[in-house]
């Protein structure tokens, strides 16, 4: 068993939540810039103001402790300034990922009970957030923004936007009006360590995506001491990649920038070009991504004169090259490597000092607060270097799934949080994760369902059955691969799904290939054999080209 970190100390401020942890630092450090979005920055005392604002309309609108409150649209000022109204309100964050399609944000509404949906600016040329839902969730009945929907009371929209049964983004402060400031901070500072902070979506093996219920008081523990690992500090230039939507994006881009004082560089869309954009002229001191971003930094950017300092790949295994080549060639002062999911916040991490060997091989020991064992199929611990399921104990374990204490039981049992992923532990406690239990698979950085995905699937009017798998892929890591069995009389065609899959759900979701069959494997059980649905897939994937001379 790793331990719990005791030798380290936290040092966590005595905030407990993140309503006054803003306001200590607003106090503080009143003119440290934290966002800078375009034309737009924020400092400190600006973004403390304009989420008060936000909180007041909120409020307004008969908003309560505890209400959930979606927020969906693209890395921006206004979702900043959003999510930390929210908060100060005393409600609960449940954002909504930008690539969401109207089924799945309507499914993640109606799960969750969410009172208020505040939705951003879209690309050009993409429909508005509230358009996508609506042809989902039906009209407006007058009473309520969307007929499917009888528990969202409000939507939000950006000024601008006259849609039926919203309301824009200045309408919502003007409502504030009607509020006190006494009585917004009276509401911000009655906010509990213990109460709710958010409900992340998270992927899972059921078909549904279920919501992960984390604390004020986890969140700000375990971000301050993943910041200080990282030494993410003031003056750092920290672009946020990954979407607010996702728990990297919200809580060690939004939450550990702003406890750092550092200033942060929301990206809402990531392009090849963005990286070079980033490096050069925004000259970045603290860049977390995928390897594949770190290849491209080396291999496509020119680097002299960048200031990056720390790169954070948060990989199961990160090449031993690809760390020496950051160190020497790119001359940064760390590479760091960590573990953690949405039911388990931060969880490992490696620290300065380790050897290139331990980065590249490991995610580290476990953060201070936290301890991690290996056990067998019997629950029992391994010897140290034997493989097993990662089960983790401590502060981090989320409260449970929303709504769900039959799943939440089957992970979380006397404390301890199976996490469904096999690893191993060193002699130094150094946890290395080797394999997924469980039959999630990653595209470009994001978590897929087969079982959701095959769900959406079936919406399509000429599909019986679907089963998906995740197969190795050059672009993204891995992709999806769906074999489906027509109703009868409809002849679906492949690429035709494969348009439909792009209309009705995430891109990431999109299965990269689609098979039709007439019928699917079935085990000795009668479930579908997704053991030789694999071997088929990986039996079709078209072969590599041969390397070219050298």
Not at 120 to 133: T, W
Request: include cysteine.
């Amino acid at each position: 068993m790793a331990g719990d970190g005791s030798a380290e100390s936290s040092g966590v401020p005595g905030w407990g939540t993140i309503p006054r942890m803003l306001r200590d630092q607003a106090a503080h450090h009143p003119d440290v810039t934290v966002v800078v979005d375009g034309d737009v920055r924020l400092s400190l005392a600006e973004l403390r103001a304009r989420a008060a604002l936000v909180a007041k309309g909120l409020m307004a609108l008969g908003v309560r402790r505890g209400d959930r409150v979606a927020i969906w649209g693209l890395n921006d000022a206004d979702w900043a300034v959003g999510a930390y109204g929210v908060w100060d309100a005393g409600a609960v964050i449940v954002p909504l990922s930008s690539r969401y399609k109207g089924i799945e944000a309507a499914g993640l509404l109606a799960r969750t009970g969410v009172r208020v949906l505040i939705t951003g600016r879209n690309l050009d040329g993409s429909p508005p957030f509230a358009d996508v839902l609506a042809a989902e969730a039906g009209p407006s009945t007058g009473a309520r923004p969307f007929a499917g929907l009888p528990e969202l009371a409000h939507v939000l929209v950006p000024d601008g936007l006259d849609r039926p049964g919203a309301r824009t983004s200045s309408a919502l402060l003007a409502a504030g009006s009607k509020v006190t400031g006494a009585e917004s901070e009276e509401r911000a500072l009655a906010v509990r360590p213990d109460d709710l902070c958010e409900i992340m979506s998270t992927s899972g093996t059921t078909g549904t995506p279920k919501g992960v219920m984390l604390d004020h008081g986890q969140i700000v523990r375990g971000y301050w001491d993943w910041a200080e690992i990282v030494t993410l500090r003031e003056g750092d230039r920290y672009p946020v990649i990954a979407p607010f939507a996702h728990g990297f994006g919200l809580n060690a881009g939004l939450v550990a920038g702003v406890m750092r004082r550092a200033t942060l560089i929301p990206v809402k869309i990531f392009t090849p070009d963005g990286l070079r954009d980033l490096i050069q002229r925004r000259r970045v001191t603290v860049l977390a991504g995928a390897p594949t971003l770190f290849h491209r930094l080396l291999d496509e950017v020119d680097l002299s004169g960048h200031q990056v300092r720390v790169a954070i790949c948060g990989a199961a295994a990160v090449p031993a090259e690809l760390v020496r080549r950051l160190l020497r060639e790119g001359g940064l002062e760390r590479v760091i490597n960590a573990y953690g999911l949405m039911e388990g916040t931060v969880v490992s991490m490696t620290r300065a000092g380790d050897p290139v060997e331990v980065i590249a091989s490991s995610t580290g020991r476990p953060v201070p607060g936290i301890e991690v064992k290996i056990v067998d199929d019997d629950g029992e611990e391994v010897p140290t270097g034997g493989r097993g399921e990662i089960l983790q104990r401590g502060y981090g374990v989320m409260r449970g799934y929303w709504g769900e204490p039959d799943k939440t039981a089957e992970v979380v049992r006397d404390g301890w949080l199976h996490t469904g992923d096999i690893g191993t532990l060193d002699a130094d406690g150094n946890l290395a994760v080797v394999d997924r239990k469980k039959e999630l698979f990653i595209v470009n950085g994001f978590n897929v369902s087969p079982a959701e995905v095959e769900s959406l699937l079936l919406r399509h009017p000429g599909l019986a059955q679907a089963a998906v798998v995740g197969v190795p892929d050059d672009r993204s890591g891995e992709a999806g691969r769906a074999y489906v069995v027509p109703r009868p009389g409809a002849a679906p065609d492949a690429a035709e799904i494969i348009n439909w899959a792009r209309g009705n759900m995430s891109n990431y979701k999109v299965p990269r290939q689609v098979t039709v069959v007439d019928a699917l494997p079935v085990n000795a059980n009668g479930k579908i054999d997704k053991r030789l649905l694999r071997a088929r897939a990986e039996e079709e994937r078209p072969a590599r080209p041969p390397a070219g001379p050298g």
